[in-house]
């Protein structure tokens, strides 16, 4: 019999029961005679029938006699709603409607998806929200009735509201009777309610339990809890109807929008070893962030994060919609109000952490490759940057300023080693690079060798001892196989694992003098599934919802383990399971924290996998690209996602890793990095060389002139990663940002905050940033970027190409940054650029420090400043430097750094010393002042009230260029610089 037909009759026989019950009842209490009984017991059972009747017609309205949890004869229940969140997002074979019936859910073939939640499906309200001193708390409790899909149902669930700031809300959901896994990532503590918040939430216990976030400045719901919340063991899902379509971040992912697509499109967020592929955009990468920012329609936006680690999916609805899938631990949501999208993240990384304050000498330019086989053929590839006159961030002339070894460095491919005969020569390879003022950084994995005789390899041995290696169901290190073939995996959420980690570092450093670390494969990568032992048949290595962990086409075979270790593996913070998206950031943390202990300095962490926070510890690459224009062109938007993400130092492989790259190819990309916060060429084994060098004269002519540019303008850049540092401002940026914010939202720590006010002497700092929130078609700009707000850069992306077009906002003036001559038209421009120019514009309003470059970033930051000044309409502009030694620890916190204002209005050019502690600064020269924009010749000019002399003021009247030469020493005094013209 069908289900339905059991249900049917079970309550059929209730029914009877109770009747006959009432029967009895009445017949103890009145005697009649056997007419009248049986007059009595026919009417009776006629009335009977027709109740009987009318029952099962109402009971069948509400759907009584469905299958269990068939939503199908409740009408109302299956109206197709606003947001149909998908019943079976595991698709394929088990989409079908007897499947869909059995959850409880309602079936609609034409529809997408065709099986959806019904109305009401999830929580009711137990009790009154009540109050709390830091916001509300709502139980929960699991209505009945409803099938479970995946098993280990919570029944009661706490919500726990947080009015933290006037612009962060966090709304954390969680079981109160048993402890689950949450991130053990710092944030701030609540300090009570806050007062005026920008923000109101309402819980809603119609049908079912709902919250929404709303905007208070426009009564906008931002953020509004749609039927389908779940909680259980292994599975948690929760859906919020969204404002807007305009949805950027949740990486990391191969995309070729920057804008993501709400047309049920899925992304999967697993830290996972798998180069980046544009024809899978939602495949999930080397890293795991569950950020997004949303911009409204009136031009405000918002930020969401989920602080979960555990593997999830994230499904985007055209209504549009957002539905969190994750398998694991707890939903834990902070909102940002921002309003600016610039605010917005500064408020995310108060949460996550401020990035990193990088070395000066990690944003020049930096050469690698996989596959120069030894250390010679390495010296060589420097010396030919040299004899080119490149700049490359660690070589010396003309060169470049950091030279990288990929793994054949390596001896046997073990960490912590170098071999000995094809590299014999690196120690004397990185004493030629040091003595050019130049830099340089190798790779390490996280696997440790596991095979070699006892004694052998301390770094094992040590690390058995230490019990830091992350271990498997019997308690033993876990054995998977890389590069060096069978290898333990360092445990590094263990707090042992630094001492270990600081000691192997310092050792190796002893003999090899390196200054940063490249930390790779540390998804953790694994190319065997699991282990060598495989792994034990549970719900953790088998969950019974997998989210979409693309495994080309291996996903029913290995599961969640392809590529990596067994979720059953014992880590000290938590089960594999739980923590295996956060290997990468805890090792970035661990890598970083030991190279400051050994090198005193500021250094350079590269990490492939990272994790909310990273960007405090250290930068990241895109990944194992391909060689190809469409690689190039995603690469942008890779560089805005993780300015998003709060890890402004980012780029990707210029000329792409694997493939064979073409001149042509390489010359744009060449022009492109340029302008990545992370710099660096880079290529795999096997492939022809693609230094900037090794091209003909005119490839090498336009590398060098580019990365010269940057050279020039890497003062400007310092000072953005300055900004980055102390408030969370982004470095590169799409055009859309918001310039109306302040530097200081609030600080994750008071103490810090207090520290930053006495250092600033000002609580609040305004910098510009870029203009153009309210301007709806930046919202689709994403082949072009900006530097700041003051530089937008227009790349050409397409081969052959000769000329590009660029959007040029209305309402700025626009200047070509080298020519300065100005745009004569904004919207959709049309630009030339021959295949030697890549098109580069400052904004009207700025003031860029730039300084004189020279042969590496050591050399450029002896030779004198100059500042760029675009006016505005208003003939005024503002800008700002931020100078210290560029690679002391803490300059800022400790106040040996000077900040620099500058400001222009009506013909007075000043800057205003905000702080000045770094006194190197005293013998620094400014020789140059260049002035776009003037409506006329100057008749006159002045510094610091003494007249210029003629021959050292420049004026161009095609292009209205100002130049003015000075010889202005110390740079911790003020100083003005003054101009008349006909208009003032």
């Not at 190409?801 to 959709?828: C, D, I, Q």
């Not at 430097?881 to 222009?904: I, K, M, N, P, Q």
Request: proline residues 7%; negative net charge.
């Amino acid at each position: 019999m069908s289900q339905t037909g059991k249900k049917g009759l079970a309550q059929y026989r209730s029914i009877n029961e109770d009747d006959e019950e009432t029967l009895a009842l009445r017949g103890r209490r009145q005697r009649r005679s056997p007419v009248c009984i049986w007059g009595s017991f026919f009417a009776l059972m006629t009335g009977t029938l027709v109740f009987i009747g009318a029952t099962f017609a109402l009971l069948a309205g509400f759907g009584f006699f469905s299958a269990p949890g068939d939503a199908r004869g409740n009408e109302t229940a299956c109206e197709l709603p606003n947001v149909r969140v998908n019943c079976i997002p595991e698709g394929g074979r088990s989409e079908t409607e007897d499947v869909c019936l059995e959850r409880g859910c309602c079936w609609a073939k034409e529809e997408t998806p065709s099986c959806f939640y019904p109305k009401g499906f999830g929580y009711a309200v137990d009790g009154q929200p009540a109050d709390t001193s830091t916001g509300k708390t709502v139980n929960l409790t699991r209505k009945t009735g409803q099938p479970s899909q995946y098993g280990g149902d919570i029944k009661t669930v706490r919500v726990d509201i947080f009015y933290e700031t006037s612009y962060r809300l966090r709304v954390k959901l969680w079981d109160p009777r048993k402890k689950r896994y949450e991130v053990p990532l710092p944030t701030p503590e609540p300090q009570g309610q806050a007062s005026n918040p920008l923000y109101k939430v309402s819980i809603s216990r119609e049908d079912s339990f709902s919250f929404t976030v709303q905007r208070t400045s426009a009564s906008r719901d931002i953020f509004s809890t749609a039927t389908g919340l779940i909680l259980s063991s292994q599975y948690l899902q929760l859906t919020g109807i969204l404002p807007s379509d305009n949805i950027y971040g949740l990486g990391e992912h191969a995309m070729d929008r920057f804008k993501l697509l709400t047309n049920n499109s899925v992304l999967t967020l697993f830290s996972r070893d798998q180069p980046p592929n544009p024809d899978k955009p939602g495949q999930n990468l080397y890293g795991v962030h569950p950020f997004y920012l949303c911009m409204e329609q009136d031009g405000s936006s918002h930020g969401v994060f989920l602080l979960n680690s555990n593997a999830m999916e994230i499904e985007l609805g055209p209504l549009p919609s957002v539905t969190y899938r994750t398998i694991g631990g707890i939903l834990d949501f902070y909102f940002f109000l921002g309003p600016s999208p610039e605010a917005v993240v500064q408020q995310y990384t108060e949460v996550i952490g401020r990035p990193f304050m990088p070395p000066y000498w990690s944003l020049g330019f930096h050469l690698c490759r996989w596959g120069y086989d030894t250390a010679n053929n390495t010296l060589k590839v420097v010396e030919r940057m040299r004899d080119s006159g490149i700049p490359q961030g660690s070589i010396g002339c003309w060169a470049q300023d950091t030279q990288w070894n990929d793994i054949d460095y390596m001896s046997e491919h073990l960490d912590f080693t170098y071999n000995t005969t094809t590299f014999a020569e690196l120690p004397d390879l990185i004493s030629n690079l040091h003595s050019h003022g130049q830099h340089y950084v190798l790779i390490t994995d996280p696997g440790i060798g596991s095979t070699q005789p006892r004694g052998s390899y301390p770094p094992y041995d040590d690390g058995v001892t230490m019990g830091i290696f992350i271990t498997n169901s019997t308690h033993q290190p876990i054995i998977g196989v890389v590069w060096p073939g069978e290898v333990a995996f360092p445990d590094f959420t263990n707090p042992h694992t630094q001492i270990y980690w600081d000691k192997f570092v310092s050792l190796f450093h002893s003999n090899i003098s390196f200054d940063g670390l490249w930390i790779d494969m540390n998804e953790p990568s694994n190319f065997v599934p699991g282990s060598l032992d495989g792994c034990p048949n549970t719900s953790i290595n088998n969950p019974p919802f997998l989210p979409g962990v693309y495994h080309e086409g291996l996903i029913d075979i290995f599961g969640i383990i392809k590529k990596t270790l067994c979720m059953s593996a014992n880590q000290s913070a938590s089960l594999h399971y739980n923590v295996h998206s956060l290997y990468g950031f805890s090792e970035a943390n661990k890598t970083m924290r030991a190279l400051e202990k050994v090198l005193g300095n500021r250094s350079l962490v590269i990490s492939r996998s990272t994790f909310p926070g990273s960007g405090v510890f250290g930068g990241h690459w895109l990944g194992d690209n391909e060689s190809k224009y469409r690689h190039m062109q995603n690469s942008i938007t890779g560089i805005l996602d993780f300015s998003l993400f709060g890890i402004p130092l980012v780029g990707a492989d210029i000329c792409g890793f694997s493939g064979s790259t073409t001149e042509e190819l390489c010359t744009r990309w060449m022009q492109l990095g340029a302008f990545y916060p992370f710099s660096r060429n880079h290529n795999a084994i096997g492939e022809p060389a693609q230094d900037p060098a090794v091209f003909s004269n005119d490839s090498v002519a336009s590398s060098r002139d580019v990365l010269l540019l940057r050279y020039r303008m890497l003062p400007f850049l310092y000072t953005l990663f300055h900004f980055a540092h102390v408030n969370g401002s982004t470095v590169a940026r799409p055009l859309f940002f918001d310039p109306h914010s302040n530097i200081f939202c609030s600080s994750i720590r008071t103490h810090y905050f207090i520290l930053i006010l006495f250092l600033y002497s000002h609580s609040t700092v305004p910098i510009p940033l870029a203009r153009f929130p309210k301007d709806q078609v930046t919202w689709d700009v994403d082949q072009q970027f900006m530097w700041g707000s003051a530089v937008l850069v227009t790349p050409v992306l397409v081969e052959g190409a000769t000329s590009v077009e660029g959007y040029f906002p209305p309402g700025a003036r626009w200047f070509n940054l080298r020519k300065g001559s100005e745009m004569t038209s904004s919207g959709h421009v049309a630009l030339s650029a021959p295949l030697d120019t890549i098109p580069v514009h400052v904004r009207g309003g700025s003031i860029i420090a730039l300084q004189e470059p020279n042969t590496t970033t050591t050399e450029s930051r002896k030779n004198p400043f100059a500042l760029l000044v675009a006016l505005d309409d208003n003939q005024s502009g503002e800008g700002w430097l931020y100078w210290d030694d560029g690679e002391t620890l803490a300059t800022f916190e400790t106040g040996t750094y000077s900040l620099l204002h500058f400001s222009v209005a009506d013909g007075n050019l000043s800057s205003s010393v905000r702080h000045s502690g770094y006194t190197e600064l005293d013998n620094a020269m400014l020789h140059l002042f260049t002035i776009y924009g003037l409506p006329s010749q100057p008749m006159s000019v002045a510094l610091n009230n003494n007249p210029v002399p003629e021959s050292d003021v420049e004026w161009n009247e095609d292009t209205k260029v100002l130049n003015v030469r000075v010889s202005l020493t110390d740079l911790n005094q003020p100083f003005t610089l003054t101009w008349k013209t006909s208009a003032y």
